[in-house]
């Protein structure tokens, strides 16, 4: 008996023992998932999302829950960090109600994250105050090629407007891509498709709207061409409750009726006080125009410290700035909030100005066919202006007049420019009765223009000394004021050897000399290579006048493209003057180049005269979207352009 009880106490254990370490079960639909056939990608996949799945249901009083449900296979430890779980919510207003994930490793064996494994991060690194916040699980550490990780969860939250997007996959294929809406009875959705040959159809079951794509290709950036997000598939949904119904949350139909909630959020945060009019004043005091009034209040808003805060969101969605007085007294805030305090400010001097809400990044991100907040990520300013103002960055305005865009977020596009990845782009003018969607002003090629001047000298001991002298303006001023800034000394100078030496090989930089100043951009280098000039056949040069190149030229490497080619508006003139070796004369010089085509303009040309070559050399383009159909076009052009370089000039000994 006593043997009996022992021998089913034992047995008791071990079962109890199996079930305390059995290996977690996968729920259904991540096994689904898990079973799916892949195909075979190249070398450059280094994951592919099995299911990207997620249904949003709104219960009519101003609630919906998100329900995510994602699983993904690692195909190479480049794509271990696709094995992260995160689920985005509201710190004040919503609710994570859970967060599971699972890890298959190549052998079968299941791992499950729970609790104790997630964390809680803010949205953005530079936060401050934020109440945008995410929920992560991230296994990345455990996920070899072969692993499957999946996770589930989902959010609960009040909406801000009845309206919401979906990107059907980022940069990796995708197998299945799902979107759920869940309407209340009565309740009715539109949606826009864009990137994507013909509009996606929903399936309707009564309030129920399903939207699916399956076997996506991967998405393979290219070389100035335009972001994933432009690319991807996109849906973008408006959702309206039953017609005599107010909604709980504005349903928008038009531009100006966005502009005139956006404008709602920001019309009590400009109101300015004593210590805004006073530095107002003093900034503006030495002015004697009104560009420069407004441009030493936007060197101010530039120096204000950015970070990224959001605490608005229970009152607009983000879209809301903090007062102006709380800017001004902490001197940090967001791009809104730096635009706010710029307005607040300028107000103080007597010169009107809008909100402008932007999407910065890409410029052809934003389309005009879905009027909605939630295609700009990123605030301007556009300040009105007389006529005596002149710059790149005025638009005259149908019903507002001129108007200055300006970004004070970037410290290093001074006021009359806007950065390129916001040239061009559709922007939101905030007004009550008069804002609207605006295509922002595009600068012309001249606007862009780099000066460069060169005077060498070639020795007859194949020595070669030369002083680089380089004046840029817009981007081109902006690009190199923005690296010269953020690096140290040491880290620069590298920058500008691998540069010459690019061209010169074996020179040494003996000195570089850079002037920052508010429009422009100035660099004088001083260079020399021992061997630049070399003997073949004991008589013959072969020498490049062409010394170096652009900075940041296009490579242009590939043979075929699938996306358009975006290329800027750009300008580039140099001057070589070289001073001859003595014991040598010319013998050859190229024949001169003249293009002038679709894509621009190029001319290049080399004489000599009394002991002195001189090579010059001219580029003009208006920039655009080219089709990639045109890509073989258009490098065929480019490469014309800087082949021009590596024209030589053949030198004979006396």
Known sequence: MIRRLLLQSILLLVVAASLLYAEPKLPAWLQGARSATTPTFGAKTNAVVLLDDEQVTVDGRGKTTRTLRYAVKILSRTGSGQA?????????GGKVKFLNAWLVTPSGSIK???KKETIDVALAANDVYNEARARAIIASAEATPGSIFGFEGEVEDNSIFTQTEWQFQGSAPVMHSRFTLQLPAGWRAEAKTFNHREPISPQVSGSSYVWELKNLPPIETEEAGPDVASLAPRLAVSY???????PDAPAFTSWPEVSKWLDGLHATQGTGDAAIKAKATELTSSAST??????AIGQFAQRVKYVSIQTGIGRGGGYRPHAATDVFSKLYGDCKDKSNLMRTMLREVGIESYPVAIYSGDATY???????????????????VSDEVKAPAVLEHATLGRLLFFDPTDEY???????DHEQGSFALVVHPEKGDLVEVPKASPETNHLKRSIKAELRNDGSLV???????????????????RRSNESDYRKVIERWVSGGVPGSTVAKIEAADNAKEFELDVEISAPNYGQLMG???????????ERRGWYGMQTDKRKHPFLLDPDSFEETVELLLPSEFRVDEIPTAVNLDGEFGKFAASWDHTDGMLVFKRSFRTEGGEIPAERYEELRKFLRSVSGAAQSAVVLEKK
């Open 538 to 548: 004991g008589r013959v040069w072969m020498i490049k006048p062409a010394l170096i």
């Open 366 to 384: 934003v389309r005009k066919e879905w009027a909605s907040p939630q295609q700009f990520n990123h605030a301007i300013i556009a300040v009105k």
């Open 413 to 419: 596009t001074p006021l009359g420019y806007l950065p």
């Open 290 to 295: 009104e560009l420069e009034k407004i441009d």
């Open 240 to 246: 309206y409750p039953p017609s005599g119904t107010a």
């Open 466 to 484: 030369a002083m680089v002298e380089e004046l840029c303006s817009g981007q081109s001023a902006t690009h190199n004021r923005s690296l010269y």
């Open 84 to 92: 992260t779980a995160r689920v985005v919510y509201r710190s004040e």
């Open 112 to 114: 499950e994250y729970g």
